[in-house]
């Protein structure tokens, strides 16, 4: 049976339903620490919540599901060992977020493999909720795909990442809520035997919607740069102190901040920079800062191009700083290069959306997603659903349920292609 034969057509509106449902269910106070956003992160009951809720949709149709050293959530209907397609992406939030971020990939990992099943397909398929893609819980992003891709150490997990809410490690979290941390090397066995991997979000920016496009096929995630400046001044009186004889550390964080706007306009190719963190010392309204932290965060698909603005930046910094008697420092938190997506899953999407008539681009993705880590391990790719006015990472973050529900036909559609091209 050639791939173009093995077409197949879904109840678009059916698996809308569906994925409308799942979605507004997560909503719901069960399943949000909020009460005015969606807001779950690692090893709090709200989330713990809504891992039970994958885990019960997924044995309803037959899957296998546990939960690895960690808490990534797993889902299979074929044996251990047994070569398989993943779909996912991670159902925790930022702390002030929206319904569909993340969330969104396992919902439609959900509908892929009911829709499977409905039709008697017989496709090996693995489903992963990842944890900690968002950092709301730790602080570092893609923690647990990350950690299923052993880009961690056992001193990241024991001492340097440590819970927001009470500074504790991340390793005496996971043992308390029931997970054996000390054998995160295990949690590797979530990405074995990938043939491939296909992981479906909200763009989060408003090309798609701008385009009249209902998908868009990514073909590389941008690679980040997370780091903090700080800059040592000296506090003095507002009032008592002449302009000439101050060393403002806000001074020269302001100078910072818009030569990182210019530095990254300057590098073109996509990439972006941000200052999102900035915290003054001692913050009172009549003294003048004389510390100061702010964070760097800095993107793009050319590798090279982040580090330079990251680079010629914090140069910058420590020549502003000197003219005007502050001391700067640099340290970094983390960096993920930029990921290239396999072009035989990026060809099997587009292709499976032309044969469906679904309005699609290929395209970047600026934020990074768990992908990048599976990407270690197994060919992967990514679709993007359109998000209403680009809003995401806020509590009016939507989507249309229609498009998610194409995502979930062109995904499947493109698996067949795969599988028949083994």
């Known amino acids: 049976m050639s791939a173009a034969s093995e077409l197949l057509r879904i109840d678009r509106a059916r698996s809308a339903e569906r994925i409308r449902r799942e979605v507004e269910t997560l909503t719901g106070p069960a399943f949000t620490r909020s009460q005015t956003s969606i807001c779950r992160y690692a090893y709090t009951p709200e989330y713990r919540r809504t891992l039970d809720h994958f885990t019960a949709a997924f044995e309803q149709i037959g899957y296998t599901v546990a939960e690895d050293a960690v808490g990534n959530l797993v889902a299979q209907n074929v044996p251990a060992g047994e070569r398989v397609f993943g779909l996912g992406s991670h159902c925790d939030s930022n702390r002030n977020g929206g319904p569909w971020d993340g969330t969104l990939g396992v919902v439609v990992a959900l509908e892929v493999c009911r829709l499977a099943a409905e039709h008697a397909l017989e496709l090996p398929l693995r489903a992963i909720s990842f944890l900690e893609e968002e950092g709301s819980g730790f602080g570092q992003m893609l923690l647990g795909s990350r950690i299923a891709a052993g880009r961690v150490t056992d001193a990241d997990l ?20 029931g997970y054996a941390p000390d054998r995160w090397r295990e949690a590797s ?6 043939d491939g991997w296909i992981e479906t979000h909200i763009e989060q920016a ?5 385009e009249g496009l209902a998908l868009g096929i990514v073909e590389t995630i941008a690679g980040y740069v997370h780091a903090d400046v700080e800059i040592r001044g000296r506090a003095d009186h507002a009032g008592g102190t002449p302009m000439d004889a101050r060393v403002d550390a806000l001074a020269v964080a302001g100078e910072v901040v818009l030569e990182l706007e210019r530095r990254a306009r300057e590098a073109g190719n996509a ?39 990251v680079d010629g930046l914090v140069a910058f910094a420590e020549a502003a700083g000197a003219r005007r008697g502050a001391t700067v420092a640099y340290a970094e938190r983390q960096q993920l290069a930029p990921t290239p997506m396999d072009g035989a899953i990026v060809d099997a999407l587009a292709g499976a959306a032309a044969a469906a008539g679904v309005a699609h681009k290929r395209m970047i993705s600026g934020a990074a997603h768990d992908t990048m880590c599976v990407a270690d391990r ?14 995401s990472h806020a509590p009016d973050e939507s989507a249309d349920p229609a498009d998610a529900a194409l995502a979930a036909e062109v995904a499947l559609n493109a698996l067949l292609r795969l599988r028949a091209a083994r």
Do not use: K, W, Y
């Open 206 to 210: 408003r090309t798609l919607q701008d």
């Open 158 to 177: 024991t001492e340097h990442v440590r819970a927001l809410d009470d500074g504790r490690p991340f390793a005496a979290h996971a043992a308390e809520a």
């Open 378 to 391: 197994a060919p992967t790719a990514m679709l993007f659903v359109p998000c209403r006015d680009g809003i």
């Open 271 to 309: 990439t972006v920079g941000t200052v999102g963190e900035l915290a003054v010392e001692p913050g009172l309204i009549n003294a003048i800062p004389g510390g100061v932290r702010l964070s760097l965060d800095v993107r793009g698909p050319d590798g090279d191009a982040v580090r330079g603005v």
């Open 189 to 194: 066995r979530t990405l074995d035997d990938l």
